[in-house]
């Protein structure tokens, strides 16, 4: 029987999946979906969401793709790797990724852009729908990649851009968008994705218990816990989750009755000893 089966949960609360019924909307994420939204809605073109890893961008596009994925006015398409070599392999992606039909068999670079802009004209202006892509981990973007999004969306109307492109990387991607002049100038919305803060932490935690079926009876962790959870984890929404669900493990095994502060040290010292040991 799984440990949360034990505490009465009918699911596990602190998965490090990017499942979006668990997605904790602090004020960062609900300004960053709220913004994206707006840009899509007036389809302005490009927008940057940036953050250290753990900050939620991958839950985030999750959440996205379960808001805008079911509307009949967009077409939502998403990129989980965009590691490219060459501008052929991201053309030729994006194809894959639109579903558009190749009608030569040996197709070139302007091949690919001439059919991808005829996609995006049908879908933009004929059908009258928002194509959106969504591209994850985009640090993994090389030069050639920016380069084609670049002259993606240099296509569009007198009013609006047809392509709506939402790229969620980490920070190490930012220099890399200045020294792009010609792309950096395109960027519609630039958001940098910031940890929790300690009440977050604690409503985090509370929220994804409700979520996973915790009713009401005593209380998993103590404020204490939780003061601890937060400085040890600075208020990383997936550093919070592998603490707690270690913690809770920690709970069921020795038979203790709540998660105090002296617990989350315990946890905290076990995955320091795990992570040096891993790192000799």
């Known amino acids: 029987m799984s440990y949360y089966n034990i505490l009465g949960l009918d699911r596990e609360p602190f998965s490090t ?4 019924e ?14 994206i939204m707006i ?18 961008k991958t839950t985030l596009s999750r959440k996205l793709f379960q808001m805008l994925g079911a509307r009949q006015d967009i077409v939502f398409h998403m990129i989980l790797d965009p590691t490219y070599d ?11 990724t639109f579903n558009i ?5 040996k197709p070139n670079i302007l091949d690919f852009k001439e059919v991808i802009k005829n996609y995006l004209f049908k879908m933009g202006v004929e059908t009258n729908k928002t194509v959106v892509l969504l591209i994850d981990e985009a640090q993994k973007l090389n030069s050639l990649s920016l380069e084609i999004l670049r002259v993606l969306l240099n296509y569009e109307t007198n009013e609006y851009k047809l392509l709506q492109v939402i790229i969620m990387g980490q920070l190490e991607l930012l220099p890399r968008l200045r020294q792009m002049n010609n792309l ?7 958001y940098l994705l910031n940890p929790l803060d300690e009440d977050e932490t604690r409503e985090m935690i509370e929220f994804r218990l409700k979520k996973a079926g915790y009713k009401y009876g005593p209380k998993f962790f103590t404020d204490e816990a939780v003061s601890e959870i937060y400085k040890n984890t600075q208020g990383y929404p997936r550093r919070i989750a592998m603490v707690c669900h270690n913690a ?20 905290v010292a076990k995955e320091m000893m795990y992570d040096l040991e891993l790192s000799q």
Do not use: C, N
């Open 17 to 20: 999946s990017p499942d979006p």
């Open 248 to 267: 809770l493990k920690s709970l069921v095994m020795d038979s203790q009755p709540v998660v105090g502060s002296q617990t989350i040290k315990g946890v």
């Open 22 to 35: 668990f997605f904790y909307e602090s004020r960062e994420h609900h300004a960053a979906l709220m913004r």
């Open 184 to 190: 950096w100038d395109r960027i519609s919305l630039r």
């Open 101 to 105: 039909e190749m009608k030569t068999d």
């Open 39 to 56: 840009e899509i809605r007036l389809r302005r073109g490009l927008s940057v969401v940036l953050g250290d890893v753990g900050t939620g």
């Open 86 to 96: 060459t501008e052929e392999l991201f053309l030729d992606s994006l194809i894959r």
